[in-house]
Antibody
Framework: QVHLVESGGDMVQPGRSLRLSCAAS????????MHWVRQAPGKGLEWVAM????????YYADSVKGRFTISRDNSKNTLYLQMNSLRAEDTAVYYC????????????????WGQGTTVTVSS | SYELTQPPSVSVSPGQTARITCSGH??????VYWYQQKAGQAPVQVIR???ERPSGIPERFSGSSSGTTVTLTISGVQAEDEADYYC???????????FGGGTKLTVL
C-alpha cells in the first residue's frame, strides 16, 4: 500500500528551528515530485514547497522563502522540511504529498497525502 | 501573490446537485485539481486535470472548465459528501502551486 508518514512536529518557541520528515513506502519514491502543504488551525490549505524527483528543482511559497529548506534522500525514501526562524504564523498541520509529473509536463496533481504532523510555534 | 477564488460555502439538500466554482486568470492554461477534506482528515483528490476522476472516486463527482472558471459538480449529493473542497493549480510561471481558499459544502 502507498503510504506517506510525516513526523517531527513539536511545540517550539519563536525563532527556533525544527525539521520535519516524511517517510514514503509502497511506491517508487524517486519517480515523484514531492510537496509540503500546511493548514493553520481553522484555515485552508497553503502550499509550502516542492522538490522535483531528481532534486534539480525546488520552489517555495513567498511566506517561507529564505527560512524553510526542502530536501529529499532518495536512498531512504524520505522527504524533509528544515524550518528555521519559526514564527507564530507557521503554526499548522504540515502534510507531505506526492505528485507524478509525466515527461510531457502534465501532472496528476497531489494524489497521495500523509496524515500530517503538527507544528506549534509559541512562547 | 496569485490566488484562486472559491465561494466560502455552498449548501444543498440530499439528492440535489452541488456546484463549486474556482476562478483564476491562469486557469485557461493551467490544469485544476480538486480535493475533498473531511473534518480531522487529510485531503483526498477527487478530480484531476480539470475533469478526470481518479480511481475509487464516485461517478457523482465531475469537473468542467470554461475560461477562467472551473467547476466541481457533485450530482445526487449524499450526506457523506459534506466536507471542505479545495481547488489547486499553478501560478503564472507554472512552477509554484496554489490552492483556493476552500468551500465548505453543507448537506442540509
Amino acid at each position: 500500500q502507498v503510504h506517506l508518514v510525516e513526523s517531527g512536529g513539536d511545540m517550539v518557541q519563536p525563532g527556533r528551528s525544527l525539521r520535519l520528515s516524511c517517510a514514503a513506502s509502497g511506491f517508487t519514491f524517486i519517480r515523484y515530485t514531492m510537496h509540503w502543504v500546511r493548514q493553520a488551525p481553522g484555515k485552508g490549505l497553503e502550499w509550502v514547497a516542492m522538490m522535483s524527483f531528481d532534486e534539480s528543482d525546488k520552489y517555495y511559497a513567498d511566506s517561507v522563502k529564505g527560512r524553510f529548506t526542502i530536501s529529499r534522500d532518495n536512498s531512504k525514501n524520505t522527504l524533509y522540511l528544515q524550518m528555521n526562524s519559526l514564527r507564530a504564523e507557521d503554526t499548522a498541520v504540515y502534510y507531505c504529498a506526492r505528485e507524478n509529473i509525466f515527461d510531457s509536463g502534465i501532472s496528476n496533481g497531489l494524489d497521495v497525502w500523509g496524515q500530517g504532523t503538527t507544528v506549534t510555534v509559541s512562547s | 501573490s496569485y490566488e484562486l477564488t472559491q465561494p466560502p460555502s455552498v449548501s444543498v439538500s440530499p439528492g440535489q446537485t452541488a456546484r463549486i466554482t474556482c476562478s483564476g486568470h491562469t486557469l485557461p492554461k493551467e490544469h485544476v485539481y480538486w480535493y475533498q477534506q473531511k473534518a480531522g482528515q487529510a485531503p483526498v483528490q477527487v478530480i484531476r486535470k480539470d475533469s478526470e476522476r481518479p480511481s475509487g472516486i464516485p461517478e457523482r463527482f465531475s469537473g468542467s472548465s470554461s475560461g477562467t472558471t472551473v467547476t466541481l459538480t457533485i450530482s445526487g449529493v449524499q450526506a457523506e459528501d459534506e466536507a471542505d473542497y479545495y481547488c489547486q493549480s499553478a501560478d503564472s510561471s507554472g512552477t509554484c502551486r496554489v490552492f483556493g481558499g476552500g468551500t465548505k459544502l453543507t448537506v442540509l
